[in-house]
């Protein structure tokens, strides 16, 4: 199994930036796809983007896209999500999470993803 760690979480203005890692423990990281979800109180967990094992495809939320990116460097076994131009409605608990399939095409389902992390709180001010 994968242990992965999110980081980078805080508080923000409106319109300000943020950028969140996901650090994985696992030497075979690289063979996982990952995605990022969020979850805000009293809401369902939100897809928000995932990216291949490779890193050669990606895709994103509707809410996010041209907003958020999502990179990996699997030399340093992290996933990152870039975030900008934020918004009060961002606010959430991010969470990263691997594919439970090695190089499985992934999807929006966190039914799909596995080892998850403990998540990292991000909050926008208006």
């Known amino acids: 199994q994968v242990q992965l760690v999110e980081s980078g979480g805080g508080l923000v203005q409106a319109g300000g930036s943020l950028r969140l890692s996901c650090a994985a423990s696992s030497r075979t990281f690289s063979g996982y796809a990952v995605g990022w979800f969020r979850q805000a109180p009293g809401k369902e967990r939100e897809f928000i983007a995932t990216?291949?094992?490779?890193?050669?495809?990606?895709f994103y939320a509707d809410s996010v896209k041209g907003r958020f990116t999502i990179a990996r460097d699997n030399a340093e076994n992290t996933v990152y999500l870039k975030m900008h131009s934020l918004k009060p409605e961002d606010t959430a608990v991010y969470y990263c999470a691997a594919h439970s399939k090695k190089y499985r095409p992934p999807g929006r389902g966190a039914v799909e993803y596995d080892d998850w992390g403990q998540g990292t709180q991000v909050t926008v001010s208006s």
């Open positions: 990216i291949n094992w490779s890193g050669g495809s990606t």
